[in-house]
């Protein structure tokens, strides 16, 4: 068990702790941050004086970094005090596009400066200046990227770029020890490295959000209730949720125009229903991230033709690249009930304040893997929770 939620600390850390957060990961970091600073606070261990324990508790265990921009766009990392032989942990957030910075003066219609938005390229330019920054002085570097860098361009299917892979390479290659992702969508894609990667599910979150959303009005019984996948790629991420919770499954396949290609994908002719009857049942739809939307409102849309009763979705990522007005519409049509997604990567205010959302905060679930890791110890329970999620399971039947 973790540091956060034992009596006493039984094991040497491994450094000094020390949380990097990269532009657009800070309000994450912080909650991480004071997770961990308040259970340490509190925390009594008979090693307090040893040196093995200096730094152990703090009031802060972020690290001040600087990436200042060249006129030109071109950018650096700095490092604003010592990491040397700190146990460190990177937070990138790869998607928030909310990052922006000058370039070459570009101006608007109006004469106005106008900042040019971080792409995920950018991000991950900066996670590699940092760690060059270090230079090799921090103990052990670990990289929680929460969705993976080019996590969809995974596999070469034809004479393309395998740009998932190659980044993990180049972060082994700057000495990385840990990468830690959240649903990624190949976990496979670790087979390019030989360093550790971890694929973390939010699965009990998921879980305990949607009964708190719904004041506990879901019966998790294979008569009430059904799993969906969206897709093929998802039914291992669907399969995992039917048996831990012990309800059927269903899932669709996507029928597509393979003689064409639009934006580097065949386009979607239909999405194909494969399970039991769904008539009646409330219906929980799982994937790893929302992207434009239009694949699980087709699916929402087809759910309900065949009489589903509720309808609720689970999406680690919540991208909305399209926007959110096509959800709102799904909604008032009555398609879905609710959408929940994580605080993982950049969420803007106007998703927040929909009806239809629902959050999900990893924020804790993170402190205790940094905490955890921090002891070099296991983080199994982390990885495969299915005891903390039966014991939920068994409380809430009995409510």
Known sequence: MSALNREEVTSVPQGRLGIIALRGSEALAQKINDYIVGCRKDLKYEHKNSIHFEGYQKDSYLIDVSLPRFSTGEGKGVVCETVRGYDLFIIADCFNYSVTYPMYDIKDADGKPLNVPMSPDDHFADLKRIISACAGKARRITVIMPMLYEGRQHK?????????ALALQELESMGVSNVITFDAHDPRVQNAIRISFE???????????????????????????????????????CVYYSQVLGIELGMFYKRRDYSKVINGRNPILAHEFLGDNVEGKDVIVVDDMISSGDSMIDVCRQLKGLKAKRIFVFSTFGLFTSGLERFDEAYKEGLFNKIFTTNLIYTPDELLKREWHGMVDMSKYCAFIIDTLNHDESVSVFLDPVQKINDYMKNYNLK
């Open 156 to 164: 070469r299917s034809a004479r393309e770029s395998l740009d998932c």
């Open 199 to 237: 694929s973390v599910s939010p699965t009990y979150q998921m879980i305990k959000a949607l009964a708190k959303s719904v004041n506990n009005d879901i019966k998790f019984l294979p008569e009430k209730t059904m799993m969906i996948s969206p897709d093929e790629g998802g039914m291992s991420r």
